[in-house]
């Protein structure tokens, strides 16, 4: 852990903290773990975690991680949303069980919801339909979206256009669009954030989006326990699970793309992360 946590430990900012904007933590490959893995990520320096739901399934349970007695010490966010790969065989009450939650938890966004185009199932009108009505909702209730963009970065914002001036905010997660679909998305009142891709050197298109993107639409997040990053600390020995320290290498990945030190990448990922994902009352 020594290795993940020296930039926070160095860092001249004694009050700043990482914010991880995109997280699976409810997963249950990480539940015998997840509060030494939090304790962990806390000691590198991150000090809070959006959980995205992806499922009716998974929605109570991310609902309930925060209220679990060993995870009470912990800043977890939840959002709720259905994933494109799952939009097939929703139970019929889908939209009215993700409008109750979101009424019970006044503080909770949606996501992960979105368009994925690498998949041919489920079918593109299925994705489509299922994306609008959670954005409807979204609109409806004021909250921000996260969402999920395979090769599918412009038909995303297209269908979050109609929607855009009624959100606080919406966030495209793993961003790895050109930099010209960027600066559309930043027009439009969108935001980015960056994972482990930034420590793949072959990722040329997301560190050209990276340099590119301005200091106010920026954060970080890992997605674990998915995209274990290159060089990476794993979850669980001999496993590809990421650990959500590994916050801190995305963290200076970005930094040297934009210029910034260390407190400077923490101090703007983190302000644009609160204003994003707001905190439980």
């Not at 929605?59 to 939840?78: H, I, S």
Request: glycine share 6%.
């Amino acid at each position: 852990m020594s290795g993940v946590s020296t930039a926070v430990a160095n860092s001249p900012s004694t009050s700043a903290k990482l914010f991880d904007a995109h997280t699976h933590l409810h997963y249950r490959s990480l539940t015998p773990h997840l509060p030494r893995l939090l304790h962990e990520a806390a000691a590198a320096g991150v000090h809070a975690w959006v959980v995205c739901g992806t499922a009716p399934q998974d929605w109570e349970e991310v609902a309930n991680l925060p209220r679990q007695p060993d995870l009470t010490d912990f800043d977890l966010r939840p959002a709720f949303g259905v994933h494109p790969w799952y939009v097939d065989n929703l139970p019929s009450d889908w939209l009215d069980h993700l409008s109750v939650l979101l009424q019970e938890n006044p503080a909770a966004t949606v996501g992960e919801v979105g368009l994925d185009r690498l998949r041919q199932s489920p079918d593109s009108a299925t994705q489509v339909r299922i994306l609008r009505e959670q954005l409807r909702l979204a609109a409806r209730f004021h909250r921000t979206v996260s969402l999920h963009a395979v090769r599918a970065v412009p038909q995303v914002l297209a269908e979050i256009r109609p929607f855009a001036a009624d959100l606080p905010g919406f966030l495209v997660h793993s961003f790895a669009g050109s930099v010209e679909t960027l600066r559309e998305l930043i027009d439009l009142g969108g935001s980015v954030s960056f994972g482990g891709a930034l420590l793949n050197p072959a990722a040329r298109r997301v560190q050209a989006a990276a340099e590119s993107v301005t200091s106010d639409r920026v954060l970080i997040e890992t997605d674990a326990p998915d995209m274990l990053a290159r060089g990476g600390l794993p979850a669980v020995p001999e496993t590809r699970l990421n650990h959500p320290a590994n916050l801190v290498l995305v963290m200076e990945q970005l930094a040297a793309r934009q210029g910034w030190d260390t407190a400077t990448a923490i101090a703007r990922t983190t302000a644009n992360a609160e204003r994003l994902f707001p905190a439980l009352s």
